[in-house]
């Protein structure tokens, strides 16, 4: 993983991104170098993990949101769920019940 340099935690933790140079990333400047963004991950999706259990007994189901969809977007006041799907493809059993349910606001497009 990247052990960011003191000339790098200087400017914030913004490092450039050596793929898309145009592009930077941000770096939490507050963490100790030897705590790789990895670690950081795990923390995070532990602690969704445990959210997710809380959520799972409140709710009749909980999705992984790209299990439904591919995109969302906004137009005015109104939210849309988007899958793109492949000319003759079919929604799978959750997509086809999250379109019943949401009446127009789930698009397929192809």
């Known amino acids: 993983m990247h ?3 003191q000339n790098e935690r200087k400017k914030g933790g913004r ?3 050596k793929l898309y140079p145009g592009m ?8 100790k170098t030897s705590q790789t ?9 532990e602690y969704e993990k445990i959210k997710t259990m809380e959520l799972r007994k409140k709710f009749d189901k909980v999705y992984f949101p790209t299990s439904v969809c591919d ?3 906004v137009m005015g006041k109104k ?9 003759g493809s079919k929604l799978s059993k959750d997509q086809a019940r999250i379109k019943n349910l949401l009446n127009g606001s789930y ?4």
């Open 79 to 87: 939210v849309y769920l988007i899958e793109i799907k492949k000319p």
């Open 107 to 110: 698009l397929a497009v192809s």
């Open 3 to 5: 052990e960011f340099t």
């Open 71 to 73: 995109r969302i977007a």
């Open 15 to 17: 490092v450039r991104n």
């Open 37 to 45: 963004q990895s670690e950081l991950g795990k923390r995070a999706r």
């Open 24 to 31: 930077s990333r941000r770096l939490l400047a507050n963490v």
